[in-house]
């Protein structure tokens, strides 16, 4: 191909240089004092801002606050991170990165940067390098990648075109992302809005003057507390049940197809999220009956965020759920089943979820546990099925939201496929 040339990672420009990225990049990890769950290392009000895999977002930014704050006698064992500094998650979700819009002290379980060999473009930097782990993802086929060393790193090949394509190149991804990020923004709001909404119509109704005393404050004369497991249909033996035990499902037990596992991380809030799929064989399945799931049943997930749950998709006949899965198969005769799953989300119940949970590190809620929480409900099903149906408005909205931002991610994929590998200059203007 005229004006091409050919390398170990396929046909590049000519004008372009091949790096590994060792020599484009100088780099360290984060630190953080040992053993982690000592409270004399935080300090969440008047603390550090700390940055951990968590607080990295997935479009390429630093959440807006992290998750902790450490004290000023860890911050003196860890490692600073200046405003500008671009960080990289290496171990749990990795590959993913930002460019630190704020001071922060960063953790062990990030790289930091700290300055560049070549003439490079920062933000052109940081799409390249996410590419290459989006790439090393497709080659694992799907499975998770845990973690990477800083020699497989230092040996990534890096192409570079000239600095100021870099720049070109870097805008036009950036616009992508600012329009995705806008769109985040709306979805957040939408969110938020909703949150409001939910706590108000689901402890005070719509038109009720008459109200009592509950343990969970006032609620409407005629609404009863019910418990999580008396919302079960008792017809179904397992109506409300917990996932297999660990030793019952393990990775040996795992195929390429058949029965799909739902996984804590397909247990979204609020939603199912279609990531990482794993399938077990019809056979075990059967062998684990009890932990079966069904279309339309409620997930919800003992592990943090505890007491989260979605609605299981109409995609399969079943599904087996994962250890720390609980099942919960609603009695439709006396429930509308849209008003129990919004009611799970709503933070009355959420609270109670948490109140009830343990563990410092990561949160966990048990079975039993789980079961005597309770949710306010009418007793009329017709009123449910209106209280739910405003709330899936809002639903609705986000799901349109969040359709728009998966076409923008698809238009930035395919940006990123060209344009960093050379196949498209950027001569002429895009449009995006």
Not at 12 to 36: C, H, M
Not at 48 to 69: C, E, I, S
Not at 136 to 162: C, V
Not at 251 to 265: C, F, M, R
Request: glycine share 6%; hydrophobic share 35%.
């Amino acid at each position: 191909m005229e004006g091409y040339v050919k390398t170990d990672i396929g046909l590049i420009p000519q004008d372009w240089n091949l790096y590994k990225l060792g020599e484009v990049a100088t780099f360290r990890r984060g630190s953080f004092p040992q053993p982690y769950g000592l409270d004399k290392w935080y300090d969440d009000n008047n603390g550090y801002p700390f940055v951990q895999v968590y607080d990295v977002g997935d479009n390429l930014t630093l959440k807006a606050t992290t998750k902790r704050k450490i004290s000023e006698e860890a911050a003196e064992k860890s490692v600073l991170a200046k405003k500008g500094t671009l960080l990289l998650t290496i171990q749990g979700s990795i590959g993913r990165m930002a460019i630190a819009h704020y001071d922060t002290y960063v953790d062990r379980t990030l790289l930091l940067f700290n300055s560049f060999k070549v003439p490079i473009d920062k933000n052109f930097f940081m799409f390249t390098v996410f590419r290459l782990f989006e790439l090393e993802k497709q080659r694992a086929h799907g499975s998770t990648i845990k973690t990477i060393t800083k020699a497989q790193l230092t040996n990534f090949q890096i192409p570079l075109p000239p600095y100021p394509e870099q720049q070109k190149i870097a805008d036009i991804l950036g616009t992508v992302d600012k329009k995705i990020q806008v769109i985040d923004e709306q979805i957040l709001k939408t969110e938020k809005l909703k949150k409001g909404v939910m706590q108000r119509l689901l402890t005070e109704g719509i038109g009720h003057t008459e109200f009592k005393d509950s343990p969970l404050g006032k609620i409407p004369k005629s609404w009863q507390l019910i418990s999580l497991y008396d919302l079960r249909n008792k017809k179904d033996k397992y109506g409300f049940t917990g996932g297999p035990f660990g030793s019952d499902l393990k990775s040996e037990h795992y195929t390429l197809d058949g029965v799909k596992v739902i996984q804590l991380q397909n247990i979204g809030e609020g939603k199912f999220i279609e990531k990482g799929i794993i399938y077990t064989s019809e056979e075990k399945a059967d062998e684990l009956k009890s932990c079966n799931i069904y279309p339309n049943d409620i997930i919800l997930a003992k592990m943090a965020p505890v007491a989260r749950c979605c609605i299981v998709p109409s995609l399969d006949e079943r599904y087996v759920m994962c250890s720390d899965g609980i099942r919960l198969s609603v009695d439709r005769e006396r429930f509308d089943n849209d008003f129990i799953f919004q009611a799970l989300n709503c933070p009355y119940f959420r609270n109670q979820a948490e109140s009830k949970s343990t563990g410092t590190t990561r949160a966990r809620i048990g079975l039993n546990d789980l079961k005597k929480t309770v949710l306010i409900v009418p007793p009329d099903i017709s009123e449910q099925k209106k209280l739910a149906q405003i709330l899936k408005t809002f639903d609705e909205k986000i799901n349109v939201l969040d359709g728009k931002k998966m076409e923008y991610h698809k238009l930035k994929n395919g940006l990123m496929q060209t344009l960093l590998t050379g196949k498209i200059r950027v001569n002429n203007p895009i449009e995006v």
